[in-house]
């Protein structure tokens, strides 16, 4: 008698493995199986491809996502290495965010990928999953999404663009972006010259080249053991980054086999390994946002204090824009994230697990001795003598906020000045360029209601442009204060992730303008020079209301999102208890 090949139930322990996971429910187990495999079979699968290890590759190709402009070369050398180590790739499609393409932002839509990207995971029959993702918020989508699901899990950057040439001089996305149209502003050069660099600043498909969020996202998923090894730093249209695709669908298949879930690799080890990187490398402060979400949903708190005294210990090292001269392509050269670990090795976690089933200490060591180059400081040379990013407290700011001292103006990280306020990003768009604005180089600009839900999604406008005015004299830096974002990208003595945010009746919402305010790094402090007597006068005078929305996504944001220091996700969405904090 022939065997059964539509029994839900086998003999071998794989009950809820391959085509067998997650069986639709019909009241009956074996029709579920019956019914899956004859519509699979109608692409011309045959039972022997079938039976094997099931790993789903998450697809988010899309052509108003240029960062992910190489994702179908990416997806069939995934899938060339799932076949050659045994399993069966299984592509799907999820969303696909672009950090300029996404209105109001793309922090509005993260988590709303993250929600796809888990409910896809659950749905369908899978083993593992291949996260391909490159822009600035779908890493931590992805991530997220696949630390809710628990399934056995890996990342795919999708690579760092290469840089331009412009009249003889190396440009790229985007803090040579930023440096040219302040330019432009200042009217130092024309309008030719910018529509000419316009078409040099992006030479590729691939993520920003310079130590924006993406790339910093992509050393932290490598830091976190997410990646293969060296699968932060090889360019998108390299033959480096074409192989570690292929490596990545071959490793997809061993932790599928082994149950390599993705809590035995994001440990409070993990995290803290990837803080120490997300601080020596001068990365994104959009990076503390997005491992305070993925953290949350392993049940993890951040704790910003712990990662205050961290920074204090950990220098820069890596000499990349903003922060530095080179380009993430000079990194991928340079030896990648193998250089940098090894560099930090006396202070990381190298008993931490990673994908491949080894620990980081085991990689830092397989990677060999390494090379001369000038791109990763000797910790002994530190381009910036503590870590890039520094947590301040105070009055203003009761919740923490945030400023990436390495890319700050020396001069102005200890200063008291008279803040010129805007109420909102509109305001703040009619006023700025006024010749009638009332603002010196000495006055602090202060930006309210781009938190989460003030904008919503807390978009990256907290890099406020120096007045227009002050620009033409020569003005290069102002300390501006917001509770919104800023690009990795971007450069400035910036404050940023004001917490609580002004819109739901944060500190930051009574500031006006002639308040005094004081800013010291050295001492952790932002302060506005206000009594609490008079603030409690005016948070009575002028209450706060906060936004609502009558339906939809909006108000589903509106709702439920945290504040910066718990990852700006949803609440429902985070682990249901707090079980730690990192760093410990």
């Not at 592509?91 to 409910?119: C, K, Q, W």
């Not at 790339?215 to 980054?241: F, H, K, N, Q, Y």
């Not at 599928?256 to 993990?270: M, Q, S, W």
């Amino acid at each position: 008698m022939t065997e059964s090949k539509f029994e839900p139930d086998d003999n071998d322990g794989n009950a809820n493995a391959g085509m067998r996971k997650g069986l639709t429910s019909y009241g009956d187990r074996g029709f579920s199986l019956f019914l899956r495999k004859a519509f699979i079979k109608g692409a011309g699968y045959t039972d022997a491809a079938l039976d094997r290890p099931v790993i789903g590759i998450a697809s988010t190709g899309s052509a108003y996502n240029p960062c992910h402009g190489n994702a179908p070369q990416l997806i069939e050398a995934v899938k060339r290495g799932v076949m050659l180590a045994g399993g069966l790739p299984m592509e799907f499609p999820t969303i696909s965010v672009h950090e300029s393409f996404a209105a109001p932002t793309s922090m509005y839509l993260r988590n709303l990928m993250a929600m796809d990207t888990e409910e896809m995971v659950r749905a369908q029959p899978m083993d593992a999953v291949v996260l391909i993702g490159g822009c600035d918020k779908t890493v931590p989508a992805q991530l997220m999404g696949a630390a809710s699901a628990g399934l056995p899990a890996i990342q795919l950057i999708t690579g760092s663009m290469l840089t331009g040439s412009h009249r003889g001089e190396r440009v790229g996305a985007c803090t040579d972006c930023r440096r040219y149209w302040a330019r432009y502003r200042t009217g130092e050069i024309d309008a030719e010259e910018t529509a000419d660099v316009n078409n040099q600043l992006v030479a590729s498909v691939g993520t920003c080249s310079v130590m924006g969020t993406a790339s910093t996202m992509a050393c932290i998923a490598e830091a976190l053991g997410m990646t293969v090894p060296g699968g932060a730093s090889p360019p998108a249209v390299t033959a480096d980054r074409i192989r570690i695709a292929e490596q990545t669908g071959a490793q997809a298949v061993r932790i599928a086999r082994e149950r390599l879930t993705i809590d035995k690799v994001l440990t409070p080890a993990a995290f803290e390994n990837a803080m120490r990187v997300l601080l020596a490398i001068g990365g994104s402060t959009n990076g503390i946002v997005h491992l305070a979400a993925i953290a949350g949903r392993m049940g993890l708190e951040i704790d910003l204090h712990a990662l205050d005294r961290m920074g204090r210990e950990t220098p820069v090292l890596l000499d990349l824009k903003p922060s530095g001269q080179h380009y993430m392509e000079d990194f991928h050269a340079a030896g990648g994230m193998a250089t940098l670990l090894r560099e930090l090795r006396p202070l990381l976690h190298l008993d931490a697990l990673t994908v491949t089933g080894r620990t980081l200490g085991e990689e830092i060591e397989a990677a060999g001795p390494g090379f001369a180059q000038d791109v990763v400081r000797p910790v002994a040379q530190p381009i910036y003598p503590q870590g890039g990013i520094a947590v301040l407290w105070g009055n203003l700011a009761p919740g923490g906020a945030i400023i990436k001292q390495s890319a700050a103006e020396p001069v102005l990280m200890e200063h008291e000045g008279r803040a010129v306020v805007f109420e909102n990003a509109e305001d703040l768009a009619r006023r700025i360029d006024s010749d009638e604005l009332d603002v010196t180089p000495h006055d602090v600009l202060v930006l309210k209601n781009i938190g989460p839900k003030g904008a919503p999604g807390m978009p990256e406008a907290g890099y406020l442009p120096i007045p227009r005015k002050l620009a033409r004299a020569g003005v290069k830096d102002m300390v501006r204060i917001s509770d919104g974002r800023m690009s990795g990208t971007a450069f400035g003595t910036i404050v940023l992730h004001v917490t609580p945010e002004s819109a739901i009746g944060g500190p930051l919402a009574y500031v006006r303008s002639g308040d005094r305010i004081r800013l010291s790094v050295a001492n952790r402090e932002i302060s506005l020079l206000v009594t609490d007597e008079e603030l409690a006068r005016r948070a009575k005078e002028s209450p706060v209301v906060e936004p609502t929305a009558g339906r939809g996504y909006r108000k589903l944001f509106l709702q439920t999102v945290t504040q910066a220091d718990k990852g700006v996700d949803f609440d429902f969405l985070r682990a249901p208890d707090t079980t730690g904090k990192v760093p410990r």
